[in-house]
């Protein structure tokens, strides 16, 4: 990055520019709605959102977080997303460099943004983001040679095999569906993307922090506890993050500490 000064400014603000898509998607790929046609509109009086009030946190602020037109308050995501997709592109571009992989986990970076703010709204995760996503990610492996391509398949294999178990046995103990399709397909993509021992890390993150989020979402929060419904996607997202910028010291710590 230091023969490139202005590329960490040029990546942040891609990443703002890109977060302000990704709230399209949040927002209308759940409901069924075209990611493209109309452009942006206000979710509660449907009126068109001019250019110089889609500036991405800017115009938040400047609109003091209401519609121009109907007064309507503006959900804090918005801001949220678009400041997050920027500051972690900059922290995978500044891990990474310029480089394919770089490129490659700026994409799942943000397709596991998406995956994490639908999926805690609406507890799901669409197809249309996972099996795209998995294919990128062993069109990745081929072309950048992070992994080796045999370790992105069975890196696939072993992140959908390993969650499918993980549902059946919790299906057992919990009497009712514990783990949706949609987090099946996350966990393979994980695998083509990160290779099959950093999505076996991945699992024993995103496991860790749902049952001690998720145990303390149980007091805390009135809908958790009616429901006991947690949504996994935000777990293995996060787990996922932890393996981008963590993985492989953790492992080497582990491997250093325990089997010498
Ligand atoms: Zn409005």
Not at 1 to 30: C, T
Not at 32 to 55: A, E, H, M, Q, V
Not at 108 to 134: N, Q
Not at 192 to 216: D, E, K, P, T
Request: proline share 5%; with cysteine.
């Amino acid at each position: 990055m230091q023969s490139l000064p202005f590329l960490p400014i040029i990546v942040f603000l891609s990443g703002l520019a890109l977060g302000s898509f990704l709230n399209v998607v949040i927002y209308r790929l759940p409901r069924g709605k075209s990611l493209i046609r109309p452009s942006s509109t206000c979710p509660s009086c449907g009126k068109p959102i001019r250019f110089y009030d889609n500036i991405p946190v800017i115009s938040f602020l400047v609109l003091r977080r209401r519609c121009r037109h109907c007064g309507e308050k503006i959900s804090w995501r918005y801001p949220l997303v678009e400041l997050l997709t920027a500051i972690l592109f900059t922290l995978v571009a500044s891990t990474y460099g310029f480089s394919l992989q770089s490129f490659g986990y700026i994409l799942l970076t943000a397709m596991l943004i998406a995956i994490t703010f639908i999926d805690l709204e609406h507890f799901i995760i669409p197809d249309y983001v996972t099996i795209p996503g998995a294919i990128l990610g062993l069109i990745l492996a081929v072309f950048s040679g992070h992994i080796a391509i045999l370790n992105a398949v069975i890196g696939l294999l072993v992140g959908g095999v390993s969650l499918l178990l993980i549902g059946v046995i919790g299906d057992k103990l919990f009497k009712k569906e514990s783990m949706g399709g949609g987090d099946i397909k996350l966990s393979a993509l994980l695998g083509a993307y990160l290779g099959w021992q950093q999505v076996i890390f991945v699992l024993v993150c995103a496991s860790f922090l749902g049952a001690v989020i998720g145990l303390a979402g149980i007091l805390i929060s009135k809908r958790i506890k009616e429901t006991r419904l947690i949504p996994f996607g935000p777990f293995l997202a996060l787990g996922a993050l932890v393996s981008i910028f963590f993985g492989q010291y953790l492992i080497d710590l582990y491997v250093n500490t325990f089997l010498r």
